[in-house]
């Protein structure tokens, strides 16, 4: 039970372990994530970061350990019911279809959260066209969100990458997460992009109220868009506190750069 006077968590990673043929991806890893945070997930390759997002999407299962979601556990949950929960995801390697528009490849994410079904799509029922109305309307206000409303009717293969990637986060949105899981949102970004996408990231929490937590190796933005940051090494979490706090932290020092001196 949280304790009184403190908020309930978003999310709780309790004591999770992941093997896979032997080989420990993680190793008991805890950590609450509150409702409003922006949380940063970082170490070396191989730290366990990608293990555990994909655990928290439930693409891969746990070994022990729970994930809590607002208090429910979620390894029972299979993948496609992760959404309807208000789990969002974005990918380290770009999921947009090239030669759809942005505006099609927007509303995708939001079909996650419909009620439409296929064979009333197939019938083109009356109340399937009203929610595709309502997915395009809710598509669009995203785009304006994100300041992204010129590159509706353009197709994906035709946009840079910067603003694919912003695009990616677009889609998420669109099936309204509590909680957003982004994956290496500043890979390929240059240092324009990268300012772009720290004002994107404080304006999807504090405007949209939205939970985040990201993965990602470029420092520089963990540090200044955090709430919090756990660190890990080898499957284990290692520290975790504020930017400032893990920045001078030992073991952190001493995983990054072979030394704690």
Same mark, same amino acid.
């Given at each position: 039970?949280?304790?009184?006077?403190?908020?309930?968590?978003?999310?709780?990673?309790?004591?999770?372990?992941?093997?896979?043929?032997?080989?420990?991806?993680?190793?008991?890893?805890?950590?609450?994530?509150?409702?409003?945070?922006?949380?940063?997930?970082?170490?070396?390759?191989?730290?366990?970061?990608?293990?555990?997002?994909?655990?928290?999407?439930?693409?891969? *299962?746990?070994?022990?350990?729970?994930?809590?979601?607002?208090?429910?556990?979620?390894?029972?949950?299979?993948?496609? *019911?992760?959404?309807?929960?208000?789990?969002?995801?974005?990918?380290? *390697?770009?999921?947009?279809?090239?030669?759809? %528009?942005?505006?099609?490849?927007?509303?995708?994410?939001?079909?996650? %959260? #419909?009620?439409?079904?296929?064979?009333?799509?197939?019938?083109?029922?009356?109340? %399937?066209?009203?929610?595709?109305?309502?997915?395009?309307?809710?598509?669009?206000?995203?785009?304006?969100?994100?300041?992204?409303?010129?590159?509706?009717?353009?197709?994906?293969?035709?946009?840079?990458?910067?603003?694919?990637?912003?695009?990616?986060?677009?889609?998420?949105?669109?099936?309204?997460?509590?909680?957003?899981?982004?994956?290496?949102?500043?890979?390929?970004?240059?240092?324009?992009?990268?300012?772009?996408?720290?004002?994107?990231?404080?304006?999807?929490?504090?405007?949209?109220?939205?939970?985040?937590?990201?993965?990602?190796?470029?420092?520089?933005?963990?540090?200044?868009?955090?709430?919090?940051?756990?660190?890990?090494?080898?499957?284990?979490?290692?520290?975790? #506190?504020?930017?400032?706090?893990?920045?001078?932290?030992?073991?952190?020092?001493?995983?990054?750069?072979?030394?704690?001196?």
């Amino acid at each position: 039970m949280p304790e009184s006077g403190r908020a309930r968590p978003l999310l709780s990673v309790r004591d999770v372990s992941v093997n896979f043929g032997g080989i420990i991806a993680l190793d008991g890893v805890s950590f609450d994530i509150e409702a409003g945070h922006i949380v940063g997930l970082i170490g070396p390759n191989g730290a366990g970061k990608t293990t555990l997002f994909n655990c928290i999407s439930r693409l891969y *299962n746990v070994n022990a350990g729970d994930i809590l979601l607002e208090d429910h556990s979620i390894l029972n949950e299979p993948v496609h *019911n992760m959404c309807s929960l208000g789990v969002g995801r974005t990918f380290q *390697n770009l999921a947009l279809f090239a030669n759809l %528009t942005v505006l099609d490849n927007i509303m995708i994410g939001g079909h996650s %959260t #419909g009620k439409t079904d296929y064979i009333s799509n197939a019938l083109h029922l009356p109340w %399937t066209r009203r929610e595709e109305r309502r997915l395009r309307e809710q598509a669009l206000e995203v785009l304006s969100f994100l300041g992204l409303q010129d590159t509706a009717q353009q197709r994906i293969s035709d946009l840079p990458f910067g603003v694919k990637k912003r695009l990616e986060i677009a889609r998420a949105l669109l099936s309204k997460p509590k909680l957003l899981l982004m994956d290496e949102p500043a890979g390929g970004l240059n240092h324009n992009e990268l300012s772009d996408l720290i004002a994107t990231i404080h304006k999807i929490r504090n405007e949209y109220g939205v939970t985040v937590l990201l993965v990602e190796h470029h420092m520089g933005l963990v540090m200044e868009v955090s709430d919090t940051v756990v660190a890990m090494s080898l499957g284990r979490k290692l520290a975790e #506190g504020p930017p400032s706090v893990i920045q001078q932290h030992p073991d952190v020092i001493e995983a990054y750069l072979g030394t704690g001196k």
